[in-house]
């Protein structure tokens, strides 16, 4: 994966806006609706996917407690 490809990524996942993260990486002032067709594409990629999946479960357990996280608290 090149290196705007995953910039493109991490910018999708702050707040899953395709056109705005495209315009943030690529610098593009085209209008909305060109930008979520770019995006779009990018998205259906198959090493994106696979890069947003996994990025996503990887916050996702970031965010839960652990047992002793649990424990320490109580």
């Known amino acids: 994966m090149i290196d705007k490809h995953k910039r493109f990524c ?10 705005r993260a495209y315009r943030a990486v690529y610098g593009e002032s085209s ?3 060109s930008l979520a067709v770019k995006a779009s594409q990018l998205l259906k990629k198959p090493n994106i996917q696979e890069y947003i999946q996994n990025r996503m479960k990887e916050l996702a357990s970031e965010k839960v407690a652990t047992q002793e996280e649990v424990i320490q608290y109580l």
């Open 10 to 19: 991490e910018e999708y996942l702050i707040d899953c806006n395709g056109a």
């Open 31 to 33: 209008t909305s609706g």
